[in-house]
């Protein structure tokens, strides 16, 4: 089964959702802005959500971790949760 390791980014707005988007290319730390701006509890650890199989997140962010490039910032990804940015560190199959 397909495994991976991701950080992400949990806020209640698109529009937020871009902006810390572009304070992070711009080079701010994935890690300092998860943990300033995420509602998630994993924000505390820089927004990281260790490791996980395929079909273990909601589908949406399934989708992203499984398909998209790694250590690249991908989103906004919407859910039911709220707005995310997703950093995929690891993947294997």
């Known amino acids: ?12 707005s698109e529009e937020k959702c871009e902006q810390l988007k572009v304070e992070i290319i711009e080079g701010a730390d994935f890690a300092a802005v998860a943990a300033e701006h995420s509602s998630c509890p994993s924000g ?13 997140m909601v589908r949406e962010f399934d989708e992203v971790i499984f398909t998209e490039e790694l250590n690249t910032v991908h989103g906004p990804v919407k859910t039911q949760f709220g707005y995310h940015l997703i950093e995929i560190t690891e993947r294997s199959e």
């Open 44 to 56: 505390k650890q820089g927004g990281d959500l260790g490791e996980f199989g395929q079909g273990q």
């Open 1 to 12: 089964m397909a495994k991976a390791k991701a950080r992400h980014i949990l806020v209640d």
